[in-house]
């Protein structure tokens, strides 16, 4: 993969800090750098997720009346082919 070179500004401490733990990792400050924003977003996908099943779990009964399936029920279920109100249903 092709690498894109960054330039950042940070206090000494943070410069400092960041050195240090990347020898402790035994990882170029590169690397470090790297692993870091990889990890935030990860975890910042993980937090997306965890958000969406909070919010289906919470509208579950909302969906399955709407939708004509049994709450907790839905999960392996075919979808309705059809919705009333919708374009082309009935």
Known sequence: MAKTQLNVRVDEATAEA?????????VSMNRYIEELVLKDAGEVGQTFVEAASDFMKQYERVFA??????????????????HKGLPGTT
Request: proline share 7%; glycine share 18%; charged share 30%.
């Open 18 to 26: 960041a050195r240090e733990r990347a020898l402790q990792r035994g």
């Open 65 to 82: 009346e709407e939708f004509g399936l049994e709450p907790g029920g839905a999960e392996g279920a075919a979808a309705p082919t059809h």
